[in-house]
């Protein structure tokens, strides 16, 4: 049975910094794509991509909006992976989920697709203040 759990969201002013963590477990088989998605507050808005790693390659890419400002990160031998987060903005409020099982093909054209084994976590919630 997978299992996620995202932590350490919390409430901080433009300009800080926090670091997320994704602890797993239950996968038949590890994967060789991870990512972090976002749902923004509001009706209707869905998650979407913003930092994935290649495992594989070793290699890392990230939606326009957070380049440069988020660092996606795993450590294979605790099942956990990270996303740090600095210079965070008011529009980086929303629930932030981890999906270590993306389809590797993602990783491949830098997309984003609901993880293979569609389990999402509770998230964990960020709120940025002006």
């Known amino acids: 049975q997978v299992q996620l759990m995202e932590s350490g969201g919390d409430s901080v002013q433009a300009g800080g910094s926090l670091r997320l963590s994704c602890q797993f477990s239950g996968y038949a088989v590890s994967s060789d794509c991870m990512g972090w998605f976002r749902r923004t507050p509001g009706p209707g808005k869905v998650r979407v991509g913003v930092?994935?790693?290649?495992?594989?390659?070793?290699?890392?890419y990230y939606a326009k909006s957070v380049k440069g400002r988020f660092t996606i990160s795993q450590d294979k031998a605790k099942n956990t992976m990270y996303l740090e987060m600095t210079s965070l903005k008011p529009d980086d409020t929303a629930i932030y989920y981890c999906a270590p099982d993306m389809s590797v093909y993602d990783c491949y054209a830098g997309t984003w697709s609901d993880p293979l084994s569609a389990s999402w976590g509770q998230g964990t919630q960020v709120v940025v203040s002006s």
């Open positions: 930092a994935g790693l290649y495992v594989g390659g070793n290699t890392t």
